[in-house]
């Protein structure tokens, strides 16, 4: 299994280089007491030597300067209502995913992203350093998206509920995968949902994108309850 986007000091390091399309991403793998699990940290030397922010800056900065979307929007102070960077780096974490699925470095069935960071300081990571979610590698999970609702997401009928709107987010993004399968379709499904918003001008972050995937195909995920920090809790 591979996860992706996690820093775990108290584990073995090997540092590396791996050639990411065009640009060069410095990577820590992280071997932890289990071999077969590996935290593959990927940290791009620049935001714009992403291919996503290639493809897509210029069109989410100029979005996001039009009086379309600052008129009543609530989140103008949040990163998402004020930063193109921020919205580009939160939704490149799909393209990130899928390029580690293709490239598959450790061979893995299973990739789970966690942003870096992950707990912000409080003690969630497990104490023997192992971490193998089997409840979610196996049926009928093993091919869905699992992601932590922070919220009850049944209560969005409509993406404008979250939109513009300084509400709590009805998932947390810091966590979410599932089987290498699940991961492809999923980004073929970001990318769907991801060009529609900008036909219709419509910028925010990844966990608006990913409730807006869920809506239209809820059977690719997995919505688990919980708090922000719980994934090591929850999945095991």
Known sequence: MLVTSIGVSA???????????????PVEIVNVADPSIFFLILQPRNLED???????????SSIMKSAEFQENNNVLTHPEG???????????????????SHRNFFKSN????????????HDVFPKDHKWTPHNIMQEPYRDKITYI????????????????????PAVNGGFFGGSRHAVDEYYHLFNDIWSVFLEHHIIDDDQTLAVACWMRNKNLFNMVPGGWYDAFKLFR
Do not use: T
């Not at 299973?110 to 300081?121: N, Q, R, S, T």
């Not at 609702?149 to 709590?168: F, M």
């Open 82 to 100: 004020f930063s193109p960077e921020y919205n580009i780096l939160m939704n490149a974490k799909f393209a990130m995913m899928h390029e580690v």
């Open 50 to 60: 992403l291919p996503f922010y290639q493809e897509n800056y210029h069109k989410v």
């Open 11 to 25: 584990c073995q390091i090997s540092l590396a280089k791996i050639l990411w399309k065009n640009a060069w991403v």
């Open 149 to 168: 609702a922070v919220n009850n997401i049944n209560l969005v009928r409509n993406i404008n509920q979250l939109y513009k709107q300084a509400v709590g």
């Open 110 to 121: 299973f990739i789970y992203w966690f942003d870096m960071g992950y707990g912000h300081g």
